[in-house]
């Protein structure tokens, strides 16, 4: 199963929902796009919500979440 992923607005706060597969790959590309088109669009508060994603590979996908953490993504627009 591939991730999925659809926002969504609660107050403040961007939601994004994702269900499926977190893999290097198609995966972590469509996480990584997002956040980035969120980020685009001055949405500032994240939340993901991960309740439907059976999978993650963690050591794969660990520079992701980092990077997202630092904010390395949003300052170098990458």
């Not at 469509?30 to 956040?35: A, D």
């Not at 996908?61 to 627009?77: C, D, F, I, K, L």
Request: net charge positive; glycine share 8%.
């Amino acid at each position: 199963m591939s991730l999925h992923a659809t926002h969504r607005d609660a107050g403040q706060v961007t939601v994004v929902d994702l269900s499926g597969r977190i893999v290097l790959g198609d995966g972590s590309a469509l996480l990584r796009k997002t956040i980035r088109e969120l980020l685009a669009d001055q949405r500032k508060m994240i939340l993901l919500n991960l309740a439907d994603v059976d999978y993650i590979d963690k050591l794969r996908n660990r520079r992701v979440g980092q990077r997202v953490h630092s904010g390395e993504e949003s300052e170098a627009g990458t």
